[in-house]
């Protein structure tokens, strides 16, 4: 069955620090696909990657970076030099795209993330 | 382009009552998907609609329903309202496929129920 774990619950760091939220997923597709969605206070989610089962290859975006390891089943999200803005709650999510999956995204539990100025 | 909408953003209802929420997905969106998120239960899927057909339902009693129209707009409903229903409701638009295709959040509406 398909899961997606997020084990920490809550992270503080302090501004500038980096900060790791880790994401582990179970599927039994071959093809599917990974997201990571940021909810802030105001409670829409807001899209982050997208990340298909055959691409591997690492992304940077600005302070953001991803890094897919399908040996480990995962795929963790960091923030290099957080910042105040950054604190909100993310999740990470699964969906199968074999014939007979679901039209359906998997959701993580969400790691709250708190930057301290 | 304009992001999705939801209306309305705000609800409170009493128990029995029904509800119905609405959803506007991007200019040429043909996915649309509908979450309920809870402190306890995190986020749950609901159903997905394409071409106004649903294609797929979350594990909700019959209460909850949904339709799509031909403009791709959705609305959901709920009847028989319980205290559990109190939640924020997502609607998220896809270009055609809710698997591959990138989900697309409006703000929500917050559904009160006293």
């Known amino acids: 069955a398909q899961k997606v774990t997020q084990a920490q619950t809550e992270i503080s760091v302090v501004e500038k620090e980096d900060v790791t939220l880790d994401c582990v997923y179970e599927?039994?597709?071959?093809?599917?696909?990974l997201f990571w969605y940021k909810q802030p206070p105001s409670g829409e989610l807001v899209f982050l990657i997208r990340?298909?089962?055959?691409d591997e290859q690492n992304e940077i975006s600005g302070r953001y970076s991803w890094n897919f390891q399908k040996s480990t089943s995962s795929f963790n999200f960091t923030i290099t030099a957080s910042q105040v803005v950054d604190s909100a709650v993310y999740f990470c999510?699964?969906?199968?795209?074999?014939?007979?999956?679901?039209?359906?995204?998997?959701w993580g539990a969400g790691t709250k993330l708190i930057i301290k100025p | 382009k304009a992001g999705v909408t939801q209306t309305p953003r705000y609800l409170i209802k009493t128990r029995g009552q029904q509800v119905t929420l609405s959803c506007s997905p991007i200019?040429?969106?043909?996915?649309v998907s509908w979450y309920q998120q809870t402190p306890g239960q995190g986020l749950q899927f609901l159903f997905e609609?394409?071409?106004?057909?649903?294609?797929n339902k979350g594990n909700f009693p019959g209460r909850f329903s949904g339709r799509q129209f031909s403009n791709s707009r959705s609305e959901m409903n709920v009847s028989t309202l319980e205290l559990g229903d109190s939640a924020l409701y997502l609607c998220?638009?896809?270009?055609?496929?809710?698997?591959?295709?990138?989900?697309?959040f409006g703000p929500g509406t917050r559904l009160t129920v006293l």
């Open positions: 200019s040429g969106h043909r996915s």
């Open positions: 999510a699964l969906s199968e795209g074999g014939r007979d999956s679901n039209y359906q995204l998997i």
């Open positions: 990340r298909n089962s055959f």
């Open positions: 599927t039994r597709d071959t093809t599917y696909y």
């Open positions: 998220a638009s896809s270009l055609e496929d809710g698997r591959r295709d990138t989900q697309y």
């Open positions: 609609y394409f071409s106004e057909t649903q294609r």
